[in-house]
């Protein structure tokens, strides 16, 4: 079979860069189901017949839990990521009332999310995206996590594992949940349960289904093409 790709959330460049594409893959696998079924209806107006999967990110069984514990934080809130003027703006704001962030990048995410008290998922530009790797492995390293509204969280995750609020909101919540450890603990620890007790076992059976229709499509195609 040919190559699969992994489409992300971007900008229309990307998009009909992907489209143009198109027919260079039997597949094509989206994290991201609201997206995955925008781009079916753009592939269908194309007249090529290309299925797309949308799938769950899943980790590793030795990553599914929080490494470290809080007794001694590196930073209060973790805001590694590319830096744009929107992020810099919360950014600048917290750390005016004092609080420290987390270097912008680094090769050590799990202990940089493990040492700080919150992270916070700010999107990139002021459109809705959502980073559902970093949302569900912030969760299993048992950290709070507050983001911007990501569309199809909702659907993913029970809104009690995390805190959803609007980009003015965000200086707030952040400031709130950081003077009360004990609701950030409680929220954190939510989350922690529900990926390895329900996000998980999701992840497998979607995998499980993506892989049954392979099998089918690669069994077709050599019936097709007359190989065995």
């Not at 030795?62 to 934080?73: E, W």
Request: net charge positive; glycine share 4%; proline share 5%.
């Amino acid at each position: 079979m040919a190559p699969f790709t992994v489409c992300t959330k971007g900008n229309s460049t990307k998009a009909q860069a992907l489209l143009f594409k198109v027919p260079c893959y039997d597949c094509i696998l989206d994290y991201y189901h609201l997206q995955a079924l925008l781009l079916k209806k753009d592939i269908a107006r194309t007249k090529i017949n290309v299925p797309v999967f949308s799938f769950l990110t899943n980790l590793r069984a030795n990553d599914s839990r929080g490494d470290l514990l809080l007794d001694d934080p590196h930073s209060d809130v973790y805001v590694v990521g590319t830096l744009s003027r929107r992020r810099r703006q919360i950014y600048d704001k917290l750390r005016d009332l004092g609080y420290r962030l987390s270097p912008y990048s680094t090769d050590r995410f799990a202990e940089v999310v493990s040492r700080s008290r919150v992270t916070l998922n700010v999107h990139f530009q002021s459109w809705n995206s959502f980073e559902a790797l970093r949302v569900i492995e912030v969760m299993a390293r048992r950290r709070c996590l507050v983001t911007e509204p990501c569309p199809g969280l909702e659907r993913l995750v029970p809104p009690s594992c995390y805190c959803s609020v609007d980009y003015r909101q965000i200086i707030a919540e952040v400031d709130w949940l950081l003077r009360n450890p004990r609701v950030t603990q409680e929220i954190a620890e939510r989350g922690t349960t529900y990926v390895p007790d329900v996000y998980s076992a999701r992840s497998e059976q979607c995998w499980n289904q993506i892989m049954t229709q392979i099998e089918t499509m690669s069994r077709l195609q050599f019936r097709t093409t007359g190989l065995k």
